[in-house]
């Protein structure tokens, strides 16, 4: 004798299932033979093989997607935090339905459960996947994402005894020229005539602490140029 619930075999004249508890009827349901019944169960059982096969290619999609979606999320910018929040949240509403579908005493029920899990989620990635990275997201801020257009006018330089304007003196330049950019009169330090040439050394106190400029001016252009401290 089969048991028409499970299909376990059981002694002739047994009344309870050994396996699953269930009544035993020789004669089957509603007139058929033990023998159909069997086979009736031999072909639920290849159909629910077929299907748990099925939900692990499902299993295997919804891993390998995921695991795409974090490499996404890693290193480039096609899924933002809150893209992958998002998939997360899905997934666990998915699994958390399923599980109060469940019922536990009836194991083909299950199983059929367990593979519709195992779709359900696999239909969410590939989703995100296809929908969800597929064009970049700005993480800039809003005020930086657009550049401006319009030429913004060009500050005044400004005068004074900095590293900066010091940088602007060149070769050739007059005296007059060193403090219209220094923004004051320097302090001679030297002044030399030898054979028809003259050098003059001018000093500038910095806009730092014990800082320093000296300009050296040969026949009146600018010939030698030192600083120490400015800022």
Same mark, same amino acid.
């Given at each position: 004798?089969?048991?028409?619930?499970?299909?376990?075999?059981?002694?002739?004249?047994?009344?309870?299932?050994?396996?699953?508890?269930?009544?035993?009827?020789?004669?089957?349901?509603?007139?058929?033979?033990?023998?159909?019944?069997?086979?009736?169960?031999?072909?639920?059982?290849?159909?629910?093989?077929?299907?748990?096969?099925?939900?692990?290619?499902?299993?295997?999609? !919804?891993?390998?997607?995921?695991?795409?979606?974090?490499?996404?999320?890693?290193?480039?910018?096609?899924?933002?935090?809150?893209?992958?929040?998002?998939?997360?949240?899905?997934?666990?509403?998915?699994?958390?339905?399923?599980?109060?579908?469940?019922?536990?005493?009836?194991?083909?029920?299950?199983?059929?459960?367990?593979?519709?899990?195992?779709?359900?989620?696999?239909?969410?990635?590939?989703?995100?996947?296809?929908?969800?990275?597929?064009?970049?997201?700005?993480?800039?801020?809003?005020?930086?994402?657009?550049?401006?257009?319009?030429?913004?006018?060009?500050?005044?330089?400004?005068?004074?005894? !900095?590293?900066?304007?010091?940088?602007?003196?060149?070769?050739?330049?007059?005296?007059?020229?060193?403090?219209?950019?220094?923004?004051?009169?320097?302090?001679?330090?030297?002044?030399?005539?030898?054979?028809?040439?003259?050098?003059?050394?001018?000093?500038?106190?910095?806009?730092?602490?014990?800082?320093?400029?000296?300009?050296?001016?040969?026949?009146?252009?600018?010939?030698?140029?030192?600083?120490?401290?400015?800022?």
């Amino acid at each position: 004798m089969f048991c028409s619930k499970c299909g376990n075999k059981s002694p002739e004249g047994a009344a309870f299932c050994k396996k699953c508890g269930a009544v035993m009827n020789p004669s089957g349901r509603n007139g058929q033979s033990n023998e159909a019944s069997v086979a009736k169960i031999t072909a639920r059982q290849n159909k629910q093989e077929e299907f748990g096969i099925a939900g692990l290619i499902s299993l295997g999609i !919804t891993f390998f997607g995921f695991l795409f979606v974090i490499i996404l999320f890693l290193f480039s910018n096609r899924v933002s935090f809150w893209g992958l929040v998002v998939l997360v949240a899905a997934l666990g509403a998915v699994f958390v339905f399923f599980c109060f579908l469940i019922d536990s005493d009836d194991k083909s029920q299950s199983d059929n459960y367990f593979n519709w899990l195992a779709h359900s989620m696999a239909v969410v990635v590939v989703s995100f996947v296809l929908f969800g990275t597929s064009a970049p997201y700005a993480p800039t801020h809003a005020s930086q994402a657009a550049p401006q257009n319009r030429a913004q006018p060009a500050a005044a330089p400004q005068t004074g005894v !900095t590293l900066a304007n010091f940088s602007r003196l060149r070769d050739g330049m007059t005296y007059s020229q060193v403090v219209e950019i220094l923004g004051r009169e320097g302090t001679l330090v030297s002044a030399v005539t030898v054979l028809g040439m003259t050098t003059r050394t001018y000093g500038w106190e910095g806009n730092a602490f014990l800082s320093r400029a000296t300009v050296t001016f040969t026949n009146g252009r600018l010939s030698m140029q030192m600083q120490s401290g400015l800022r």
